[in-house]
């Protein structure tokens, strides 16, 4: 799919599991964000409120479009993605492609499980 981030190399076995991907100049869609450079450290990346600022209309549109097609295509196929946030969102020109879709096989908790967990009606 147009808007899933390429995969390089992946293997696992019974303990653990390797992803690797190619390295993007750009980075991620927290990095545009955050005004950041991929290879920063976290804590320089992030941690500075001074430094955040928000996308333009078009942006916003532009990526919550490809955002929810890539989203539609997973849920057309009954593949789960519970890991959306901006940081699993890589940007590629004017693109952006999913991250972390192997969370779900690997059989990783959902980015967002401890939010649901506190609501009694959801299973």
């Known amino acids: 799919h ?3 981030y390429k995969i390089t190399f992946a293997t696992a076995n019974e303990s653990s599991a390797l992803v690797i991907r190619p390295f993007s100049e750009k980075g991620t ?3 545009l964000i955050y005004k950041a450079k991929p290879k920063e ?4 990346k992030y941690c500075n409120p001074k430094k955040i600022q928000g996308l333009e209309l078009q ?3 532009t990526y919550g479009r490809q955002i929810l097609e890539v989203l539609k295509f997973l849920h057309e196929k ?3 993605y519970g890991h959306l946030h901006s940081a699993n969102v890589m940007l590629d020109g004017d693109t952006c492609k999913l ?3 192997e969370n779900s096989l690997l059989g ?5 499980r401890s939010y649901f967990s506190q609501f009694r009606k959801i299973n």
């Open 2 to 4: 147009p808007y899933i």
């Open 29 to 31: 869609l927290k990095d």
């Open 41 to 44: 450290p976290f804590l320089k």
């Open 59 to 61: 942006q916003i549109k």
């Open 78 to 80: 009954g593949f789960p």
């Open 99 to 101: 991250l972390d879709l």
């Open 108 to 112: 990783l908790p959902s980015f967002y």
